[in-house]
Structure formats: C-alpha cells, structure tokens
C-alpha cells in the first residue's frame, strides 16, 4: 500500500514500468532499501551488492521512459513522468533526467519505508490495547451510517479518534535518529555546540518524553490528543521541522487513517509476534512482522 500510494499519488508512475511489472518495481525498492543499513561493501550475494542491482534496475526502467518521452513528447504512457520533464522553476531551471530519476527513487524511499514502519508499529499498538481497537471500530460505525462505505475526504475529516491514534502512535512509536551536521557554531538552552559536529536527534524521545503537554508520560493513550485545544495542537515532531519538514506528512496520515477505517471495518488482525524485538536502525523485528489478517465476518 506505502509504496504504491507513493509511487501513484506523488508520480503518478504507471506499470509496466520500462521492462518492470508492479511487483518488479516493489522488489527492486525493497532490496534496495535492505541495503541502507549495511556496512556498504560491495561484496558478492551481499545485501548491499543486491541493493546496488536493485538500484541499477529501478533507474534502467526510468530511464527507458525518460527516453521514450523524449521522443514521443505527445505519449500519454507516464503522465506523471511528463510533467517532471516539462516542469520549469521561476528561473527557468529543469531538472536533468539523473535529478528527475534520484527525486523518484528517493521520494519513494522516504514514502515507502516510513509509512511501513508507522503501519507496523501501529498495529502493534493496537494488538496490545483493544479497547483503542473497540473505539476505532465504533467510529469508523458512526462514519459509515452517517456518509456510507467511502472513504472520502469528508469521511477522513469525521476520523478524529483514528487521527489521534496515530498521534499517539507517533508520539511512543520507536524511530530511528536524524542526523545533522553543524554548519555554524550555536547555543541552544545554554548550551554551546560547536560547528563541525555531528548531531543525532532523536525526535522520538522528545516527543515522548520532554513535551510539555505531557512531560515523561509514555502511556498509550489516544484520547490525551483530542482534548487539546487548536492553539497547542502541532504536528508530531517525528515528520522533522523547519525547512526540511516532512513533504509527505499530510500524505501519510491520509494513507495511515485509510488503513485503520478498513481494517476497523471489515477485518482482524492477529499479530504473531506482537512482542518482537524492534532493532536499531531500522527499527524493525529481524525477520519482519508476521501478522494474520481475516475479514471479521470469515
Ligand atoms: C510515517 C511516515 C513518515 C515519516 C515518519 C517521515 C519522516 C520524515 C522526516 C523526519 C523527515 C525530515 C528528515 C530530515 O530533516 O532529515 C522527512 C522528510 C521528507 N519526507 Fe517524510 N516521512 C514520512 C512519510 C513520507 C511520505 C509518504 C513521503 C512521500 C511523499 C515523504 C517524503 C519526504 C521527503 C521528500 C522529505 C524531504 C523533505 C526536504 O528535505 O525538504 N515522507 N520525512
């Protein structure tokens, strides 16, 4: 689902792409990814030399579409690739075919795996608290009576207890750090960081531990989000700030609400592992997370 809301809303990428199906290009990414938390040597049959394959495969497939735009202007095959190639910044400035094909591969890469992760990290939430699961289920009632089975943009907005589950999920979940390299010399809260370092932020942890909201509470408890007022509402701290915020968090919670309104609608879900140890980086259990998904009325 992560990868192909990416792929399809952000691109509009359309499969076959180049010689690759859906399920190729889905792969690709996957082995791809595997290969950012190697050690980087490129040896034979390792993770990271499989990752550089995938990586070669993904851009020999846009590139043929790159091509085949170049000489068929008017083809209507990647209408999403077509824009990419005839969109122009207020100076004029296009990207090249190598930016255009490293802002796929990397957009996706940020679209795919994180929203996996969430998902994941989510489901194991609910495993461990029914009666959040209950509470979904009796909203995503009240949402079907009140506007039917869609799940429109309207039905979304009714979602607010499934918005602060996920809230809630972004404010415990286990993440990974981001890392910054120190330009220029500062002092933050009385502290003096020089240039040149490197910063590892752990967002996770501040937004779990040192919001003010709720100082050093981690409990899981959605409803704690639907009672704050706009005026203290913010953007959970794990899409980033500043600048570089997340481009795809609006995106994502549609994705994550999406999830939830169906699952809560029609299935179960079983979780075979829901203790698994989460590993650094990737904040993953080792082998995945297995999980039993059967329609609640199966
Ligand atoms: C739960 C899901 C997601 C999480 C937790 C997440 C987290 C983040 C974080 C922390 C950053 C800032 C990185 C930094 O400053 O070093 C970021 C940036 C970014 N994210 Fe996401 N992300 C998610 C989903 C997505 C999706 C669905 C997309 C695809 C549209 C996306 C695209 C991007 C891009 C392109 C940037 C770079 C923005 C920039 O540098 O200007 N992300 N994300």
Known sequence: MAFHAVADVVFGLRFPLGALSSDETFGHFRA???????????????????ALQ????????????????????????????????????????????????????GTIFAGYSTVAGMSMQMMMALAKHPKVWNKLKDEQERVVAELGPQVTGTALGRMSYAEAVIREV????????????????????GYH???GW????????????????????????????????DSRKRWPLNFGWGPHVCMGRFLSMVELKALLASLARGYTVELLEPDAELRFPTMEPPGGMPVVVRRSDG
């Open 32 to 50: 791809w990814a595997a290969g950012w938390f190697t050690l980087g040597m490129d040896l034979p049959f390792s993770t990271y030399r499989r």
């Open 54 to 105: 995938a990586r070669e495969a993904l851009v020999d497939a846009l590139t043929e579409e790159l091509e085949h735009i170049a000489k068929h202007p008017e083809s209507d095959r990647q209408p999403g690739l077509r824009e990419l190639v005839a969109a122009r910044d207020n100076d004029g400035y296009r990207l090249s075919t190598s930016e255009i094909i490293a802002n796929i591969i």
């Open 170 to 189: 972004c404010r415990t979940a286990k993440f990974g750090p981001q890392f910054r390299l120190v330009t220029e010399a500062m002092d933050v809260d």
């Open 193 to 195: 960081i020089p240039k």
């Open 198 to 229: 490197l910063l590892v932020l752990y967002a996770a942890f501040s937004e779990c531990y040192l919001d003010d909201r709720w100082p050093m509470d981690d409990s899981f408890d959605p409803d704690r989000h639907l009672s704050v007022p």
